[in-house]
């Protein structure tokens, strides 16, 4: 199984964020942008896990659960891959967010999961691939987006059907106060 950990979003933030990608696709060239229901910020990319890891996965989530927070989006920027650029929303930076990731990362890694090294940069993706018409910029683009309240996180399994990513809620671990 293919998983992740992640928060998902409300409908109002979808809404804004996909506002965004639509003013985007229009002026781009070429792109695969994600679909609606796939929209989320990634934890933990955990990759090939075995079923049989679940409880432990559970465990570890429990575990590093916290507070509920608020998370904003801020920032439209754009990583340079060999693929193409992957454009995306950044996350505010939020001490609670960073929190919440990294003990995430240590309670998995003491049940012996290996993750990314990677500095975590909190952001959600767009589309990737994506070329733009020459002349657009995507200065002033980005409408103010609802706050996002986080109340929970989840270990999704990504897996592809029909050609398509699909993304599956495995789990979800509530934030407490």
């Known amino acids: 199984m293919r ?3 992640a928060i998902l979003l409300d409908d109002a933030v979808k809404n804004g964020i996909c506002s965004v990608m639509e003013t985007i696709r229009a002026h781009a060239v ?3 942008f994600t679909r609606r229901e796939n929209l989320h910020l990634t934890l933990i990319f955990l990759g090939e896990t075995e079923r049989e890891k679940l409880p432990v996965l559970q465990s570890a989530m429990e575990e590093a659960a916290g507070e ?3 998370l904003e989006f801020c920032g439209l ?3 340079c ?3 193409g650029p992957l454009y995306y929303l950044e996350a505010h930076g939020n001490s609670a967010l960073s ?3 990294t003990r995430l990362k240590e309670a998995l890694f003491s049940r012996g999961f290996q993750m990314e090294g990677k500095a975590f940069r909190p952001h959600l993706t767009l589309g990737r691939t994506v070329v733009l018409e020459r ?3 995507t200065a002033g683009i980005l409408p103010h987006l609802p706050e996002q309240l986080v109340s929970g996180f989840c270990l999704m ?3 592809r059907a029909a050609g398509r990513l699909v993304y599956t809620r495995l789990l979800e671990v509530p934030l407490h106060k």
Do not use: C, D, V, W
């Open 157 to 159: 399994e990504s897996k």
């Open 77 to 79: 920027g754009y990583f």
């Open 99 to 101: 929190a919440l990731q």
């Open 68 to 70: 509920p927070f608020s």
């Open 30 to 32: 070429r792109g695969n």
């Open 81 to 83: 891959r060999r693929e």
């Open 135 to 137: 002349e657009f910029s």
């Open 3 to 5: 998983l992740f950990i």
